[in-house]
């Protein structure tokens, strides 16, 4: 039977179609309409530097990030050797490691009950209003076997690793009309070492960074395409003069 123009079209588009979808279904997916906006800005690396230091010293620790090296993130970020190895690399000896941690896969599940996640690829896989949205989530829970909770993840297995800088909070919840529980506040239990502000720019930071780890090759490619789009402006422009003077003496 001879397959159709039409029929073919549609049998090389669905695969490409469904991998582009992929994506934002996930990070929509499991309640997660009321999201906060992170606006993250992948061109400002005093953002992404501030966020690499906060991941390699609060997330490292238990969670991995083992598609990137010391090394790339070095050279991508703008942070020299001396600083990488004094207050980055806590778990690697040289820059050409995989940022990995030391933590046994039993140890993990002893302690938290569950082996924490590769990060490499969570803001692609969540989204990054989702990280966002559930770093800035945690409130105290006597009834957790961490004393911690989350609004956007009930019942995480992590604790609030940032509650140092956030303070500690309780969450109060209201009973909608269809019967669901509705998050209706916090009420601050102690001060931490940072405004509500300073934290909120932090956890920006942080997700920044999350966002360049789950694709570092997006800066490289912001890079040629701002000369790529350099060239086309001077490539038309020559090609206006060109044809001025082609069509300069036909009347």
Same mark, same amino acid.
């Given at each position: ?11 090389? $588009? ?20 009321? $999201? ?31 598609? @990137?090296?010391?090394?790339? @993130? ?108 509705? $998050? ?47 060239? @086309? ?19």
């Amino acid at each position: 039977m001879t397959m159709t123009i039409k029929t073919l079209i549609k049998r090389l $588009l669905l695969p490409v179609l469904c991998m582009l979808w992929a994506p934002a279904g996930i990070a929509a997916g499991g309640g997660n309409e009321n $999201l906060d906006s992170a606006y993250i800005n992948l061109s400002d690396k005093v953002s992404l530097r501030n966020g690499a230091h906060t991941f390699v010293n609060y997330c490292l620790s238990c969670h991995e990030a083992s598609y @990137m090296r010391y090394e790339r @993130m070095a050279d991508d970020l703008g942070i020299d050797r001396e600083t990488l190895k004094r207050d980055m690399m806590f778990a690697a000896d040289k820059p050409g490691e995989l940022m990995t941690v030391n933590m046994s896969d039993e140890d993990a599940k002893a302690w938290f009950g569950v082996v924490p996640p590769d990060l490499s690829l969570t803001a692609r896989s969540r989204g990054p209003d989702w990280i966002y949205t559930y770093l800035r989530g945690f409130y105290r829970d006597e009834g957790t076997s961490t004393g911690w909770n989350n609004t956007l993840y009930p019942n995480v297995a992590m604790p609030h690793v940032l509650y140092q800088w956030e303070g500690m909070r309780k969450a109060n919840f209201e009973t909608s009309p269809n019967g669901a529980k509705v $998050l209706a506040g916090y009420d601050q239990l102690s001060p931490g070492t940072m405004s509500a502000q300073e934290y909120d720019s932090a956890i920006r930071d942080l997700t920044n960074f999350m966002v360049y780890l789950a694709e570092p090759a997006k800066l490289v490619r912001y890079r040629i395409g701002f000369w790529v789009m350099v060239f @086309m402006l001077v490539f038309v422009g020559l090609s206006y003069l060109l044809k001025k003077e082609y069509w300069r003496d036909v009347h």
